[in-house]
């Protein structure tokens, strides 16, 4: 992201809503702040180059968790 890190993202999206979030990111470094982001609760990690069929099957499963 040009102007702000994924976790500072992450509590942007959080101060407004509720909804699943996934995280989508090439960085198999970013560890610590993907835990990080992992404790507002609902958020999900792919790694890029991901599984179009892993990806769709997560945000379905997100949705539906979301849904209880």
Request: hydrophobic share 45%; charged share 25%.
């Amino acid at each position: 992201l040009p102007d702000m890190d994924g976790e500072e993202l992450v509590k942007k999206i959080r101060a407004y809503t509720k909804a699943p979030i996934c995280i989508l990111t090439a960085d198999v470094t970013a560890s610590k702040a993907i835990a990080r982001a992992f404790s507002t609760g609902n958020v999900d990690h792919v790694t890029k180059p991901a599984d179009p069929e892993i990806l769709a099957a997560r945000i379905q499963m997100a949705i539906k968790n979301s849904e209880l």
